[in-house]
């Protein structure tokens, strides 16, 4: 885990100023070694975290005539070795400079791990920034005729001294009003962005300005997957899955964490980790069953199915989660140099981004830090690749008509009169159904008692896209629907001094995902259908039949009639 940042300049002139608020954003990221290699109108930062067993202990990195600086998590080592005849005590952030300067950028697509980077080559007078396949690590960058920077934390951008910070209104009526990110790029101010995933960025001065060129390393979803029987796409789906895994465990020395719920995409996580013979540390979101007493259908039931199979235990988050200035965020932000008021609300005492689920990825952290836990395996993105969350009407979005109509006809088994109600079923999906999945998608937070009346005039219903999560998943990326959970673990685990895993956006997994037939995820109105196949023989039964997982121990928490005015 590391900060990256710098500026880039079509004249010559000192930036103290900037380099000082660029390190300060972005010590969250890395407290190992600080490094900045400035020339002329050039200036490249490091704050590097030695997590992975072969990371350097040079924060910037100087190749011929190219000088980077990487964040990296490499999971495919042992290949970039033998493509690169490279020593096998190289670290990784040299691994990927050797393998880019002799293969180019366009090689990236053959990278697997989470990673973002910037490389200036001196020869060529040029600055490229470039990112991982699905997004995971986080880079911003700003640009115009005559400056231009760049930034792991976004805040490191806001403070420099000619950084047109200007509030992105569109970005931020559809994130709250929507309740996910409006694009893959965007952010929530008009010219400064994220560098999108799968793709990099060179930046060239001519004519005394600033030019920018953007290419794409790969396409998700580019080839349609077809195999001969169901057991094969299951077959293949279970391998990349559990390489995904063991790749990740393969990369980080140490104990590992894990979220675990009672869903299908931790849970598998969960037991992988564990028949995979690494020891690791569990935590639930859900408060502890000797605070709250169990309820009907609920998730922690699932949670002690799993830990009774495996013979592992689950940490649970409290009722009242520490939020003083005793907490590990606290803790953790002081030692940055950040100054805490601790009569201030949470809230405000921490400045931190409204992200969702921000205070239980906290307990999260907290919880692996505890137990001696350094990166924290998540299921973020399972439900819209591997494990994707299907509806009848995406076979037919998809031309998938045969399953689409046997999809109806099942749903109406044993019921008089099948035929008409077969038909009455295929209206619904493709009337009222069709109309509330492709139509503008908004939240009750786009409610007038929610957003600022004349901020909301500017703004209607129309200016809403639709939400693709549930028939159109390569869409739904390419939109920025990952960004949700991705943005804010990078975060959020930065200034907790812990690193999240993802392993179901390994791009292999997702790809794999979006690019099978629709009708594998659904069958007999069994959603989720081919992951839960795959995966049968591992599950407990609980876990396996598990429809929608919820925190039902919520009907036990103690009433508070002031929760909505809160």
Same mark, same amino acid.
């Given at each position: 885990?590391?900060? %990256? ?18 390190? +300060? ?18 200036? %490249? ?24 600086? $990487? ?99 569109? @970005? ?37 300005? %600033?030019?920018?060129? $953007? ?24 391998? +990349? ?30 037991? +992988? ?11 639930? @979101? ?30 649970? =988050?409290?009722?009242? =989660? ?43 952290? =907290?919880? *692996? ?38 999809? *109806? ?12 109600? &077969? ?14 999945? &492709? ?61 999240? %895993?993802?392993?179901? +956006? ?32 591992? *599950? ?27």
């Amino acid at each position: 885990m590391s900060g %990256i940042f710098g500026t880039f300049c079509n004249s010559i002139h000192t930036q103290d100023k900037n380099k000082k608020k660029l390190i +300060l954003w972005n010590n969250a990221y890395g407290r190992d070694a600080k490094q900045i290699f400035e020339k002329n109108n050039i200036q %490249i930062g490091c704050c590097l975290q030695m997590l992975a067993t072969h990371t350097t202990t040079s924060p910037i990195l100087h190749m011929n005539s190219m000088y980077a600086a $990487i964040d990296l998590l490499l999971y495919n080592r042992e290949e970039l070795i033998i493509k690169c005849n490279a020593p096998t005590s190289i670290s990784d952030e040299e691994l990927l400079l050797s393998y880019l300067t002799q293969f180019g950028m366009s090689a990236l697509k053959d990278v697997n791990g989470d990673f973002s980077g910037v490389i200036y080559d001196e020869n060529a007078q040029t600055l490229t920034l470039f990112r991982d396949h699905m997004g995971i690590r986080p880079l911003y960058y700003y640009a115009d005729n005559s400056f231009m920077a760049f930034s792991t934390d976004i805040r490191g951008l806001l403070g420099l001294d000619g950084v047109d910070s200007s509030l992105n209104e569109d @970005w931020i009526y559809r994130t709250l009003s929507g309740y996910f990110v409006d694009s893959v790029t965007s952010t929530e101010y008009q010219n400064i962005f994220c560098v999108s995933p799968a793709s990099y960025i060179t930046f060239s001065i001519k004519n005394e300005k %600033i030019t920018q060129e $953007i290419r794409s390393y790969w396409q998700l979803g580019k080839k349609k997957i077809h195999y001969t029987s169901f057991e094969l796409y299951k077959a293949k789906l279970k391998e +990349l899955v559990t390489d995904s895994i063991q790749r990740r465990l393969q990369a980080i020395p140490g104990k590992a964490g894990a979220e675990l719920s009672g869903g299908l995409d931790s849970g598998v996580i969960g037991i +992988l980790i564990h028949r995979l013979g690494r020891d690791c540390v569990y935590f639930s @979101w859900s408060v502890d069953p000797n605070e709250i007493p169990y309820a009907d259908h609920d998730e922690r039931l699932i949670i002690k199915d799993i830990c009774k199979q495996e013979h592992i235990q689950c940490h649970y =988050s409290q009722m009242k =989660s520490d939020r003083s200035m005793n907490s590990l965020l606290a803790r953790q932000m002081q030692s940055l140099g950040f100054s805490l008021d601790e009569n201030e609300p949470p809230a405000l005492r921490y400045a931190m981004p409204p992200y969702i689920n921000a205070m239980a990825l906290c307990d999260s952290c =907290s919880c *692996m830090h505890e137990n001696g836990a350094s990166v924290i395996f998540t299921g973020h993105g399972g439900d819209e690749g591997i494990s994707h969350r299907s509806s009848p009407y995406e076979m037919f979005y998809h031309h998938e008509y045969y399953h689409f109509f046997r999809s *109806m006809w099942s749903s109406t088994h044993g019921q008089k009169g099948r035929i008409f109600r &077969t038909l009455k079923a295929c209206k619904n999906q493709l009337g009222p159904k069709r109309r509330t999945l &492709t139509g503008a998608f908004c939240t009750v937070f786009a409610t007038p008692e929610f957003l600022n009346k004349n901020f909301r005039s500017h703004f209607s219903e129309k200016d809403m896209p639709a939400l693709h999560f549930s028939y159109d998943p390569i869409r739904y990326i390419a939109d920025g629907g990952s960004r949700n959970r991705l943005d804010n673990v990078a975060l959020l685990g930065a200034y907790n001094n812990i690193r999240y %895993i993802v392993p179901y +956006l390994d791009y292999r997994v997702i790809d794999f995902a979006v690019s099978i037939p629709r009708h594998l995820y659904l069958k007999n109105s069994h959603n989720r259908f081919i992951f839960r196949e795959a995966f049968r023989d591992i *599950m407990p039964k609980s876990l396996y039949s598990v429809h929608i997982k919820e925190d039902m121990s919520a009907k036990n928490y103690p009433s508070n009639p002031n929760w909505y005015k809160e």
